[in-house]
């Protein structure tokens, strides 16, 4: 498994990003779901479709800047993405 570390100060690019098409033919979306999050975690993090058929970030990106925004001293790069990239099995 090679994993990688990306720092930044963008919580909403970021899920738009991870929810949107991709941007190559190697990172490709399909399906994009929340799969973990914490303790107390609200249900509405997983976005819902709006009345024109796009997703609605605003809860989740607004739940995720409230710790960021709740500091006394606040960090420049609080965000970050780490994607992770294993081998596919083959066989059986």
Request: include cysteine.
């Amino acid at each position: 498994m090679i994993g990688i570390d990306i720092r930044g100060a963008d919580v909403g690019g970021l899920i738009r990003y991870l929810y949107g098409p991709g941007d190559d033919q190697r990172n490709v979306h399909t399906d994009p779901h929340m799969v973990g999050a914490w303790v107390d975690a609200p249900d509405t993090l997983e976005p819902t479709k709006t009345a024109a058929g796009s997703l609605d970030f605003c809860p989740l990106i607004e739940e995720l800047k409230t710790p960021h925004e709740m500091m006394t001293t606040p960090q420049q790069k609080y965000v970050m993405h780490v994607p992770l990239s294993s081998a596919r099995r083959t066989g059986s």
